[in-house]
Nanobody, 124 residues
């Protein structure tokens, strides 16, 4: 069992930056691939970024590539999402998730555990 708690969301102007954190409970954090997803009002939850167990491989949605960076610190049981050059269309609730899949997944159904989400609002 893994419990995930996101933090770092807030209100920021377009062009600004935020760093989201996701703290995981338990001693098996390094055995999970980790991902970030987001869900805007009236839309489906969508993939944002993912990182492999060791942190050696990362994956991004085209919409955030070059602006967002996912990273992890296995010693601190934490995964991060650095978001730069934010746009109003980045406004959503952001969720972190953990997957025990062999390969790093980019779809919601492949993730086993989810956090409660943190709101990110980007004003024009």
């Amino acid at each position: 069992q893994v419990q995930l708690v996101e933090s770092g969301g807030g209100l920021v102007q377009a062009g600004g930056s935020l760093r989201l954190s996701c703290a995981a409970s338990g001693r098996t954090f390094s055995s999970y691939n980790m991902g970030w997803f987001r869900q805007a009002p009236g839309k489906e939850r969508e993939f944002v970024a993912a990182i492999s167990r060791s942190g050696g491989s990362t994956y991004y949605a085209d919409s955030v590539k070059g602006r967002f960076t996912i990273s992890r610190d296995n010693a601190k049981n934490t995964v991060y999402l650095q978001m730069n050059s934010l746009k109003p269309e980045d406004t959503a609730v952001y969720y972190c998730a953990a997957s025990g899949a062999v390969r790093v997944p980019t779809i919601t159904v492949a993730y086993d555990y989810w956090g409660q989400g943190t709101q990110v609002t980007v004003s024009p």
